[in-house]
Each structure stands twice: as C-alpha cells, then as structure tokens.
C-alpha cells in the first residue's frame, strides 16, 4: 500500500516539476476567457476585445507568476 501512496506521490512530483519548466522556458499561455480568438461574445451578441488579455489573446501562465512571485520575496528578502 506505501508503494501505490509513493508512486502516486512521485508522480504528482513529475508533473508539477515538468509544469514549472514549461512555466519557465515559455511563460505566455492562451487567454482562458476568450480562447486565444482576442473577442469575446457579449450577452447580447455583440463582439468585444477581451478585457482579461486587453484583446492580445495570450496571458502569463499561472506558475510563471508563482515563480516571479517566489522571485521577488527571496530577492527581497536577501538584500
């Protein structure tokens, strides 16, 4: 039983250390809202310019601002 809990856990460990390189060697990542089109419909059926990606299209991934984040607390915290 320890074996599956440790294989499970290594796994899990894979995946988050391969997620984090991905974060870091390519930090842009399609807007979620809009699906990387840079538009959106509105409820009444109109077009506009997303305003989560302000119409580009892509955003900052979420590890890559995990890792700007740990980033700065160390740098400021070392000086």
């Known amino acids: 039983m320890t074996t599956v809990a440790l294989l499970a856990n290594l796994a899990a460990l894979g995946y988050a ?3 984090l390189a991905v974060c870091f060697t390519s930090p842009w ?3 979620r809202r809009c699906h990387g089109r840079r538009s959106h ?3 009444i059926g109109t077009r506009r310019d997303c305003r989560r990606c302000d119409g ?3 955003r900052v991934r979420y590890g ?3 890792i700007d ?3 700065t607390e160390y740098r400021a915290g070392h000086q």
Do not use: Q, V
Request: aromatic share 12%; net charge positive; with cysteine.
């Open 64 to 66: 890559r601002r995990l």
């Open 29 to 31: 990542g399609r807007c």
């Open 17 to 19: 250390l391969c997620y």
């Open 69 to 71: 984040y740990i980033r």
């Open 41 to 43: 419909r509105t409820a």
């Open 56 to 58: 580009t299209g892509i």
